[in-house]
């Protein structure tokens, strides 16, 4: 603890100009100190945004549903390392509290939600990786040793405030980081940040919609009168037309008196442009998170044929960046540099499910690759979920009938006495 309260202690003496640290979830006078900007406050209210968590549920449900597995690369080709005590535990359970999906699940939401995700590793006596654990980002703080307190100069550390155990120390070696629009590599910054001024605009047209709606969609009147009117005339006169608007109103006959005129100011939604606005605002939140417009039901320019290309799209938009930064962190944090140089381990999303054509485009790759010898039936029907079948993991070549690949010429040798 006399370690821990030194560093602070150090960095609590530091100029604002100085400090190379930050909250995972900063408040705003710690962004706007770090960043040197203005921003603008996002309260809980706006986050109740349905764009927002819409989105972030698709993004989420994409990380969580892919299996996560640890590759071998070996002379025969990429294998599953079944054997290390890793690839169980990201495939089945990380920790005896949560399962793999889930897991994967909150750590996406944390780097989006925060703009960090901190995994920290339970190692048995020998040193080795026996479950992770999932912290949580609002109590974590990064902190760079940039004078040499401790045994290294610049070494990164993490400051987690448990609830029960206080205040812990972990050096970068224990634990896994995952970011999100990192500017500095060290820290990532949530997608809230750059959205706030979305949300609020969303929020507004809602508001909009929401007075109209209990003013009955009335618009406001003019009431023109012959005569004089005192200030108590005014205000029975406003009180009474008030009270014939509202949605309990709407549909009713109005009775006008003779001596008054009634006029209506016109002011549509569609005059405002409310529904282009709205709608504005929702790409714009989708385009933050990568989410492609079909996938919020917006079918404005998307349609059955090309559903398939904008999903192989998203992957290739939005998801192939978060795996690679999710594959390259668990490589070098996981694995020791032997397993990855030597043994030549490493870790691999599979992204099958998300480029799975239809059952005809498929079909056509299968054949294609059975016919020209660089796929194999077992693979095929592995691919498909099906059951292995003894004898279809050989190689062949399709000429018209189709032949193992080992017995390819076979066909033309000369027999015997018999002309055979």
Not at 5 to 12: A, M, W
Not at 219 to 245: E, H, R, S
Not at 309 to 332: G, H, I, R, V
């Amino acid at each position: 603890m006399g370690v821990i309260s030194k560093i602070k202690n150090t960095f609590k003496n530091q100029s604002t100009s100085e400090v190379e640290t930050i909250g995972t979830n900063p408040t705003l006078e710690q962004l706007e100190s770090f960043f040197h900007t203005t921003i603008e406050e996002i309260s809980n209210s706006k986050l109740t945004s349905a764009s927002y968590y819409a989105c972030m549920q698709i993004r989420c449900n994409a990380i969580a549903k892919l299996p996560i597995k640890l590759m071998q690369e070996t002379e025969k080709g990429a294998n599953k390392a079944v054997d290390h005590n890793l690839y169980k535990l990201l495939k089945k359970r990380p920790n005896p509290f949560t399962n793999a999906h889930d897991f994967l699940w909150a750590t996406e939401f944390q780097r989006l939600e925060h703009g960090n995700s901190f995994w920290v590793m339970g190692n048995d006596i020998k040193g080795n990786i026996t479950a992770l654990y999932l912290l949580d980002s609002t109590r974590v703080q990064i902190i760079v040793d940039n004078t040499g307190i401790l045994d290294k100069k610049n070494a990164v550390y993490y400051l987690y405030s448990d609830s029960k155990k206080g205040e812990l120390l972990y050096t970068s070696d224990n634990i896994v980081h995952f970011k999100n629009f990192s500017m500095d590599g060290l820290k990532g910054t949530s997608i809230k940040k750059y959205i706030a001024d979305v949300i609020a605009n969303e929020q507004y047209s809602n508001k909009i919609l929401k007075d109209r709606y209990k003013n009955g969609l009335m618009d406001p009147i003019i009431v023109q009168y012959i005569g004089d009117l005192n200030d108590a005339k005014q205000q029975k006169i406003k009180k009474k037309f008030a009270d014939m608007g509202g949605a309990k109103n709407a549909g009713k006959v109005v009775p006008i008196p003779t001596d008054f005129k009634v006029e209506q100011l016109e002011t549509k939604l569609v005059n405002s442009q409310f529904f282009q606005l709205q709608g504005l605002t929702t790409r714009h939140i989708a385009n933050a998170f990568g989410v492609k417009g079909f996938q919020l039901n917006d079918m404005e320019k998307s349609t059955y044929n090309n559903i398939e290309q904008q999903n192989k799209a998203f992957y290739s938009d939005t998801l192939q960046n978060t795996l690679t930064t999710y594959e390259q962190e668990m490589d070098y944090k996981l694995l020791t540099e032997d397993e990855q140089d030597e043994e030549g381990y490493y870790w691999q999303f599979n992204v099958d499910s998300i480029l799975r054509s239809d059952l005809a485009s498929r079909t056509a790759s299968y054949v294609a690759g059975i016919n020209n010898s660089y796929m194999t039936i077992a693979e095929v029907r592995k691919k498909e979920n099906l059951s292995y079948i003894e004898g279809t993991d050989q190689l062949i070549v399709g000429n018209g009938a189709s032949i193992f690949l080992k017995d390819l010429g076979k066909q033309y040798d000369k027999g015997g006495g018999n002309n055979e």
